[in-house]
Every structure is written in structure tokens, then in C-alpha cells.
């Protein structure tokens, strides 16, 4: 009997003992990636995981942004040198890696202005606004929205734009004028629609205005450096404090004994250019 207890008790021992794992353990894995610029935009740089095993990836590009997936094109905006860093995970672990990318230029400004070459069809995008009083005589025609005034008048076109907080934009355009009396012309930029009938008010960007001193002479060129007023007289520049939709007023207009010059005032090629 005594055998006996000591064989059953081996064998009891026997069934609670583990069993040896046959399940395999997977190397440490080495992270490693490839990082190539787009042949048509070097901003542009695809980055692709060559780690074997490969399950999760995280890509990290410092202010630019971060990314997960295997494969993945990385933004960045302005030129400088770049550090990209990979974590990938695989069944043996994680494993980390960085490389450094040089971009050479600044990505180029997007137009986001509607209208903006004054080709036929352009006054779509340009509603006319009364600010109270005559109208100026406002129009899209042969290429350039034309403002004309025989004095004592006042009137705009607007637009909206969205725009996103902290990103710097750049207003541009041509402007032509045989010389004007009495007679302002300026860019406005505000968060309030626009209402008929009411002047508008807002941030001035930039403003020609014969009693500062500019368009009394003809003038023809750029409207930043012949402008004397605003904000960006010098540059055409502004920024907006948060996201948004913001109002582009292109107002102008004379007093009673005022002209805007023998062919009034037109504006062509405008542009309002959003840093990437």
C-alpha cells in the first residue's frame, strides 16, 4: 500500500507541473526606414518602414507633425534641416530610429483668393456692397476691376476667406490710376459680414489716400510701395488670431469735389497668398 501512495502522489505532482512553452522568441528587431523627396515637390519626403515584422509604426517629425502608417509622405513647410524618427514594434519588441532630411526651399504660398485674374466671369466671386450713399461705379471688365468716381461717392466688393490662426498671408495686386482728387482706396480686412447700405470698417491692410500723400500722381505697379497706409503698406502681410472666416473689402471712393482720375482706379492680378 505504501508503494502505492508513493505512485500516485508522482503521478499527481506529474499533472500540475507546466508544461515547456514551444512558442518561439522573436529577435529584438532593428528599425530601419528609407526617406525620399517627391520628384516634384522636395517638401514633400515619403518615408517607408524597411524593419522586417513590422506591426505598428510611429512616425515622428518634431513641429510637422507625426504619422502611422507603413508608408507615408511627411509635410514640411519651411526649409531647414529636419530630424525624422521611426519607432516600429514587431513580436520581438520595439525599436527606435531617427535620420535627418534637409529641405531647401520654403514651400510656395497658395493663392486662396476666387477671382482674383479679373477674367470674364470673375464678378461672381466679387459681390458688390454699398457702404452707404452713391455707389461708386464699380465693374469687372477687359480684364481688371475698375472703380470710377466723379466725386462724392463711396462703394466695395468683398469676399470671404477662410483662414487658420497664426499663419502669415500676403496680400498682392496691380493697380493703375492716371492720377486721383481727393479720393481714398484701401483693403480691409474684418469678421463681420457685410451688410448693404452700411460703411464697413475693419483692419486696413493696405490704402491709397491722396490726403496721406499717394495716387495724386498716375501710378502704375504694385500696390504694395505705391500704397501710403495700412497695416502692410511696405510688405502686403497679415496675420489672424484664430481660425476662421474673415471679410476682403475693396473699398474706395471721393468726395464731393473729388475724382478717381480720368480713367478711375482698376485692380488686376490680386492675389491673397497662405504660407504652407
Not at 482674383?116 to 452713391?134: C, I, Q, V, Y
Not at 473689402?249 to 480713367?263: E, H, L, N, Q, Y
Amino acid at each position: 500500500m505504501r508503494s502505492l501512495y508513493i505512485i500516485g502522489c508522482a503521478l499527481l505532482f506529474a499533472a500540475c507541473s507546466p508544461e515547456a512553452s514551444t512558442t518561439p522568441l522573436h529577435p529584438i528587431p532593428e528599425a530601419t526606414f528609407s526617406a525620399t523627396p517627391l520628384p516634384d515637390n522636395a517638401n514633400k519626403i515619403v518615408v517607408k518602414s524597411t524593419t522586417p515584422g513590422g506591426f505598428l509604426w510611429l512616425w515622428n517629425f518634431g513641429t510637422n507633425g507625426t504619422a502611422r502608417r507603413e508608408q507615408d509622405t511627411l509635410s514640411f513647410s519651411k526649409k531647414g534641416e529636419y530630424t525624422i524618427q521611426l519607432t516600429v514594434f514587431t513580436q520581438g519588441g520595439y525599436a527606435t530610429t531617427a535620420q535627418k532630411v534637409n529641405i531647401a526651399n520654403d514651400m510656395p504660398a497658395v493663392d486662396i483668393l476666387k477671382g482674383g485674374d479679373m477674367s470674364a466671369g470673375s464678378e461672381t466671386f466679387w459681390p458688390l456692397l454699398n457702404t452707404g450713399g452713391t455707389q461708386t461705379t464699380i465693374v469687372v471688365a477687359d480684364g481688371v476691376l475698375k472703380f470710377s468716381s466723379a466725386g462724392g461717392t463711396n462703394g466695395a466688393v468683398y469676399q470671404a476667406i477662410t483662414v487658420k490662426k497664426g499663419r502669415e498671408y500676403t496680400f498682392a495686386a496691380d493697380i493703375k490710376g492716371g492720377g486721383a482728387v481727393e479720393t481714398w482706396f484701401e483693403v480691409i480686412f474684418g469678421t463681420t459680414a457685410p451688410e448693404q447700405g452700411k460703411d464697413y470698417s475693419g483692419t486696413t491692410l493696405i490704402a491709397m489716400n491722396t490726403w496721406a500723400g499717394c495716387g495724386n500722381m498716375p501710378f502704375n505697379g504694385a500696390f504694395v510701395g505705391i500704397g501710403c497706409e495700412g497695416v502692410g503698406k511696405s510688405d502686403g502681410k497679415i496675420k489672424f488670431d484664430k481660425d476662421g472666416t474673415v471679410y476682403m473689402v475693396i473699398k474706395g471712393g471721393s468726395t464731393g469735389a473729388g475724382t478717381m482720375g480720368p480713367d478711375g482706379i482698376t485692380l488686376d492680378n490680386v492675389q491673397f497668398l497662405e504660407e504652407q
